[in-house]
């Protein structure tokens, strides 16, 4: 904000342009995905009247991507993505290339097509020759991974960016890649250590206001602790299977709490569809149907054929046969939410 002011003072528009660039990734991080989405505009629009350099577009197009992205919005992000192959491949820049594919792979996530995103992923990998720049495809990687089962898959990748970040202070893509190590930790085995980390990495976001990442990774951390819980409950582990519920509940509603305060669609509907599925196995019909609702309107909102057709199947084996009607109500709320009634 500092260097923003200094830059409007002094009419110097690529100082401003530079700073554009880093408070629309700042501010995603924070939570104010409209703001960073705003920055970035400002960004592109002085690279455009040619007071800027093309690091400026790039930066600024790849933080839209990535603002977008948490929003939910598949199309607007795919359409980014695009723009910088696009760049990357007329300019011959490979920063550019390596956050275009990045950006596709997150538009499949948003729409629940996992293999897809990661195959855009790997691509994004091979393009990037910056070493910090190729840290960015492979956390993303490793969290298409994870999302898609593969965690021991997502070990590589997560041990190359904690010893690039311990040794030259990256922490920004540093501090997840820690987080999936203690996922890697529990699924080994090594559950006590790998909570410690999980809670720890949870705290810190907490601590210095990182929204974004307590909210996605706490989704996370949440399914960790429903899993535990119904290992427990098998193993007849009660006590335990009690502690994991409990705190997964916990992390469930936060998480759904601080999504819907930043209007992150795409992490709102897929905590409403994992709490659905948990209440499923306990048996808790009433929530599953309260839950699968919630993630139908938001399934709508994220544009993804694969979703929606999966929340169709999902209807077809719900408890209760109200759950017709219940897609109504989501079908209404969904039209009041963009203007439509």
Same mark, same amino acid.
């Given at each position: 904000?500092?260097?923003?002011?200094?830059?409007? *003072? &002094?009419?110097?528009?690529?100082?401003?342009?530079?700073?554009?660039?880093?408070?629309?990734?700042?501010?995603?991080?924070?939570?104010?995905?409209?703001?960073?989405?705003?920055?970035?505009?400002?960004?592109?629009?002085?690279?455009?009247?040619?007071?800027?350099?093309?690091?400026?577009?790039?930066?600024?197009?790849?933080?839209?991507?990535?603002?977008?992205?948490?929003? $939910?919005?598949?199309?607007?992000?795919?359409?980014?993505?695009?723009?910088?192959?696009?760049? $990357?491949?007329?300019?011959?820049?490979? =920063?550019?290339?390596?956050?275009?594919?990045?950006?596709?792979?997150?538009?499949?996530?948003?729409?629940? /097509?996992?293999?897809?995103?990661?195959?855009?992923?790997?691509?994004?990998?091979?393009?990037?020759?910056?070493?910090?720049?190729? #840290?960015?495809?492979?956390?993303?990687?490793?969290?298409?991974?994870?999302?898609?089962?593969?965690?021991?898959?997502?070990?590589?990748?997560?041990? *190359?960016?904690?010893?690039?970040?311990? *040794?030259?202070?990256?922490?920004?893509?540093?501090?997840?890649?820690?987080?999936?190590?203690?996922?890697?930790?529990?699924? &080994?085995?090594?559950?006590?250590?790998?909570? &410690?980390?999980? *809670?720890?990495?949870?705290?810190?976001?907490?601590?210095?206001?990182?929204?974004?990442?307590?909210?996605?990774?706490?989704?996370?951390?949440?399914?960790?602790?429903?899993?535990?819980? =119904?290992?427990?409950?098998?193993?007849?582990?009660?006590?335990?299977?009690?502690?994991?519920?409990? =705190?997964?509940?916990?992390?469930?509603?936060?998480?759904?709490?601080?999504?819907?305060?930043?209007?992150?669609?795409?992490?709102?509907?897929?905590?409403?569809?994992?709490?659905?599925?948990?209440?499923?196995?306990? $048996?808790?019909?009433?929530?599953?149907?309260?839950?699968?609702?919630?993630?139908?309107?938001?399934? &709508?909102?994220?544009?993804?054929?694969?979703?929606?057709?999966?929340?169709?199947?999902?209807?077809?084996?719900?408890?209760?046969?109200?759950?017709?009607?219940?897609?109504?109500?989501?079908?209404? =709320?969904?039209? /009041?939410?963009?203007? #439509?009634?």
């Amino acid at each position: 904000m500092t260097a923003l002011a200094l830059g409007e *003072e &002094q009419n110097n528009f690529k100082t401003v342009g530079y700073a554009c660039c880093w408070l629309a990734w700042v501010s995603a991080e924070l939570g104010l995905l409209g703001d960073a989405i705003g920055y970035a505009e400002r960004a592109q629009k002085i690279y455009q009247a040619g007071s800027g350099d093309d690091y400026i577009y790039v930066s600024s197009m790849a933080g839209m991507g990535y603002a977008r992205w948490h929003q $939910g919005n598949k199309s607007e992000t795919l359409d980014a993505g695009n723009a910088l192959l696009d760049f $990357g491949q007329k300019q011959g820049d490979y =920063r550019a290339k390596g956050m275009g594919y990045c950006c596709i792979g997150w538009s499949y996530l948003v729409g629940g /097509e996992l293999s897809q995103a990661d195959r855009f992923f790997e691509r994004a990998v091979q393009v990037s020759v910056d070493p910090w720049y190729a #840290l960015f495809p492979k956390l993303a990687l490793a969290f298409g991974m994870i999302l898609n089962g593969k965690v021991l898959d997502a070990q590589n990748y997560i041990t *190359e960016i904690l010893e690039f970040s311990q *040794e030259f202070g990256a922490e920004f893509v540093g501090g997840p890649a820690l987080f999936f190590q203690g996922m890697v930790m529990v699924t &080994q085995g090594e559950t006590s250590k790998g909570l &410690q980390i999980l *809670e720890d990495c949870y705290q810190s976001w907490i601590k210095n206001g990182n929204k974004l990442r307590y909210t996605t990774c706490g989704s996370i951390l949440a399914n960790v602790y429903a899993n535990l819980a =119904r290992k427990a409950r098998f193993r007849q582990q009660e006590k335990f299977a009690l502690l994991a519920e409990k =705190r997964a509940t916990a992390y469930f509603q936060k998480s759904i709490e601080s999504a819907r305060q930043m209007g992150a669609t795409a992490t709102l509907e897929k905590v409403y569809r994992d709490w659905s599925d948990f209440c499923k196995d306990k $048996g808790n019909n009433e929530k599953v149907n309260e839950y699968f609702v919630e993630a139908a309107v938001d399934i &709508q909102m994220c544009e993804s054929a694969v979703l929606k057709a999966q929340s169709v199947i999902t209807q077809q084996q719900r408890p209760e046969t109200r759950s017709v009607a219940l897609f109504q109500t989501a079908s209404n =709320r969904t039209h /009041e939410t963009w203007g #439509l009634k």
